[in-house]
């Protein structure tokens, strides 16, 4: 995934993989549910973002976003038609 939204070495890999665990420690602490792979994604932004903000694809980032907000109410309303015809039905 680091290809994809920006160039990573072994020094820029190892601090973005350092961040999503140090953020997925934090949340768990907090009690707070987080995705893997929305923490190792930001980080792997982040580290791209601290070399070179122009280094960063955008585009591709902007999708990710994207993907991640439809997920939820996605998922919700899939979960709503299937409890809805195993009411009607089964």
Excluded: Y
């Amino acid at each position: 995934m680091g290809t994809k939204i920006t160039k990573l070495n072994s020094i820029s890999g190892s601090c973005a993989s350092m961040g999503g665990a140090i953020t997925l420690g934090l949340a768990t602490l907090g009690g707070i549910p987080v995705s893997t792979t929305h923490t190792i994604t930001g980080a792997i932004i982040g580290v791209g973002a601290a070399n070179d903000v122009k280094a960063v694809r955008w585009a591709i980032t902007a999708n990710l976003f994207v993907a991640w907000v439809l997920t939820i109410p996605a998922a919700g309303l899939i979960a709503a038609i299937f409890w809805w015809i195993g009411t009607k039905f089964l």
